[in-house]
């Protein structure tokens, strides 16, 4: 439900293909205002493709795109006329955090501002120091990304996106990469996000967070969207089977982790 509020995404009909092979099949997905969603699935399912479709990262082969209430891809073809906008808008988060090597923290959270917006200098600094404070990195401004753990690049990759000032910020997989004490900084870091509102989509196997934070959970499969509802309803209630041999197999090396 959107509470009759302008959703901020809505996906109609995507299909999307790679050589001839569909890998996102007819996928609508909606994403309301301040709402969490939280999509789930085997490698290769084609959660990744999801998102890059999302801010047109990938060019779809069909359906609709529709960012805050405008429409970006209808038609087969790309109906935005500014990229660089619409990428402001629709913020992405990557597994592996893509800093500038060679820029400070402070530096790679005010070079999409500077860049991308047009953002005055002194501003760019002002909102990067906010923003590396609101992820608990006020002390590491002026470190290199080398010289920092990964959670801590992933924390600045997210302040960077957020530096842009997005409507729904994607984050694709950001805690894969990670040991588990940064995954723990990265995800505390998201759940804050999520108290405060921002609208998401999480592309994570980190099932027990997606259960905490979602309002939604989507288990795409082949391309399709297999099953979507609550966490409740997906994790702990699933109908389809599909979604039930991916939860056996995750609480399978749950279990194996926990026992070794
Ligand atoms: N640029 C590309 N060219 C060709 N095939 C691609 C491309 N990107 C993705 N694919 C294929 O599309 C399918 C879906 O990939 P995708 O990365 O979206 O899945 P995923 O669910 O995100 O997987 P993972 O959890 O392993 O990241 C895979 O078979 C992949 O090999």
Known sequence: ????????????????????????DNVDLTVAPGRIVSVIGQSGGGKSTLLR???????PDRGRIVIAGEEVFAG??????????LRQSVGMVF??????PHLTAVENVMVAQRKAAGVPEKQALETAVRLLKRVHL????????????????QRVAIARALALQ??????DEPTSALDPESTREVLRVMRELADDGMTMVIVTHEVPFARRISDRVVF???????????????????????TREFLTSFD???DQETHS
């Open 1 to 24: 439900m959107t509470g009759g509020q302008t959703p901020v995404v809505t996906i109609e009909g995507l299909v999307k293909s790679f050589d001839g092979r569909t890998v996102i």
């Open 53 to 59: 479709c999302v801010n047109l990262l990938e060019k």
């Open 76 to 85: 087969g073809r790309v109906v935005c006329d500014d990229l660089a906008r």
């Open 95 to 100: 597994q592996r955090f893509h800093l500038f």
């Open 138 to 153: 006020a002390h590491r401004g002026l470190a290199f990304p080398d010289q920092m753990s990964g959670g801590e690049q």
């Open 166 to 171: 997005p409507k729904v910020l994607l984050f």
């Open 220 to 242: 795409l499969d082949g391309g399709r969207i297999i099953e979507q509802g609550t966490p409740a309803e997906v994790l702990d209630h699933p109908t389809h089977a599909r």
């Open 252 to 254: 399978e090396i749950t």
